[in-house]
């Protein structure tokens, strides 16, 4: 697309990989959703507050650690063909893991705190969160992205810019030089004098 002067519209571009982890966190609220409906445990008692819904299991916990065990996972095994497999690389990849999973249990331990839910509710929605991300994984990983280069070739891919960036490393890298080798042929193209500079 272009607008009046020729120039191209960028539209935004979507990575086939977080499309395949927001499918996941839908399919993780949808269980959850059954799974309140199929057990019907009440959530504790509080003075002035009614709940509309049940409490088993705690969908945010459920929520928060199918992101923590997921994004580990994506991390500690899907990261592995960078070129660079350093110390320091590792350490950042095993920190960012570490925040991930201090960050589910403070939301799982808040749900306890402001008497949301029982420890119990939150321990299985936790635990139900972790086995999905686990399953979830490995149907991505094993089984769906063998099959993302043919599907970004789809027309309805390529009209949403749909891409694929599992063979790409780094891919703010990428986009950097890209973006940064792009400006300076266009700058190129605007100023030829300033080819010998």
């Known amino acids: 697309m272009t607008d009046k002067n020729g120039a191209i519209l960028r539209l935004p571009m979507w990575n086939i990989c977080l499309i ?12 959850n959703i059954m799974l309140k409906h199929w057990i019907r445990e009440e959530r504790p008692a509080r003075k002035r507050t009614s709940f509309g819904h049940y409490g088993m299991p705690s969908d945010h916990a459920q929520i928060s650690w199918f992101m923590a065990g997921y994004l580990t996972l994506f ?75 043919q599907i970004v070739q789809w027309r309805v891919c390529e009209l949403l810019l749909i891409c694929d960036t599992t063979l790409i490393p780094c891919v703010m890298w990428f986009e950097y030089a890209n973006i940064r080798q792009e400006a300076r042929a266009r700058q190129r193209k605007l100023h030829p004098s300033s080819k010998s500079q």
């Open 20 to 31: 395949s982890f927001a499918l996941g966190v839908a399919v993780c609220e949808l269980l």
């Open 75 to 149: 991390l500690l095994v899907r990261l592995h063909h960078v070129q660079t497999s350093s110390m320091i690389l590792n350490f950042w990849k095993q920190l960012a893991a570490a925040v991930c999973c201090v960050c589910a249990a403070l939301v799982s331990f808040s749900r306890v705190y402001l008497q949301y839910h029982t420890w119990w509710q939150v321990v299985c929605g936790g635990g139900v969160g972790l086995a999905l991300a686990v399953v979830w994984f490995i149907l991505v990983h094993y089984v769906f992205t063998p099959c993302f280069p």
